[in-house]
Nanobody
Framework: QVQLVESGGGLVEPGGSLRLSCAAS????????MGWYRQAPGKERELVAQ???????NYADSVKGRFTISRDDAKNTVYLQMNSVKPEDTAVYYC????????WGQGTQVTVSS
């Protein structure tokens, strides 16, 4: 069993920055991959960014060049640095971890609005 706790969400103005954190209850080095997904009202959950055990990264086209996923194995934490945010980035952001199966955090709300 893997517990994931997200933090760092909130209200940010367009063009601003926000950093999300996801703390895992186990060593993240043992995980095949970790990632961030988001779900906006009325839309399906979508992949935002993913980082593998080998530090390979994958991003949704809509966030490339603006968001950066990173990991700190010593803190068992994965981060999502969000820069130049847009109103369409508004969503609940979920942390995801892949081991034998997928695990999810409870989600953190990100609202981009002036």
């Amino acid at each position: 069993q893997v517990q994931l706790v997200e933090s760092g969400g909130g209200l940010v103005e367009p063009g601003g920055s926000l950093r999300l954190s996801c703390a895992a209850s186990i060593s993240i080095f043992t995980l095949r991959a970790m990632g961030w997904y988001r779900q906006a009202p009325g839309k399906e959950r979508e992949l935002v960014a993913q980082i593998t055990r080998g530090d390979n990264t994958n991003y949704a086209d809509s966030v490339k060049g603006r968001f950066t996923i990173s990991r700190d194995d010593a803190k068992n934490t994965v981060y999502l640095q969000m820069n130049s945010v847009k109103p369409e980035d508004t969503a609940v952001y979920y942390c995801n971890a892949l081991l034998v199966k997928a695990y999810w955090g409870q989600g953190t709300q990100v609202t981009v609005s002036s």
